[in-house]
Nanobody
């Protein structure tokens, strides 16, 4: 049973930075697709970044490209989302998810929440 625990959310002013962490346990992290999704009130959950762990490809959606970076530390079973130049529209609950798939198409990252089997509880990011 895969368990995911996010941390690092909080409140920040526009232009600031936050680093989210996702600790993965219960499985070998190598060669799995781990993604970050976010969901603002009234909106659908959207995938914004994904990484194929163990040195695989990493992707970010055009909506956050140049500001957000996804990375991993295999030794620690961690996946990170570094968020810079935050905007009020980045305000949302951020979720880490694993065992899914992500495909970049024309700059947009195709990630369906339904394709991911394991989810964390989420961490709130508020930008004012």
């Amino acid at each position: 049973h895969v368990q995911l625990v996010e941390s690092g959310g909080g409140s920040v002013q526009a232009g600031g930075s936050l680093s989210l962490s996702c600790l993965i346990s219960g499985t070998t992290v190598r060669s799995k697709c781990v993604g970050w999704f976010r969901q603002a009130p009234g909106n659908q959950r959207e995938g914004i970044a994904a990484i194929y762990t163990g040195g695989g490809n990493a992707y970010v959606d055009d909506s956050v490209k140049g500001r957000f970076t996804i990375s991993e530390d295999n030794a620690k079973n961690m996946v990170y989302l570094q968020m810079n130049s935050l905007k009020p529209e980045d305000t949302a609950m951020y979720y880490c998810a694993a065992e899914g798939a992500a495909v970049p198409v024309g700059g947009r990252l195709h990630m369906r929440a339904d394709d991911f089997d394991s989810w964390g509880q989420g961490t709130q990011v508020t930008v004012s």
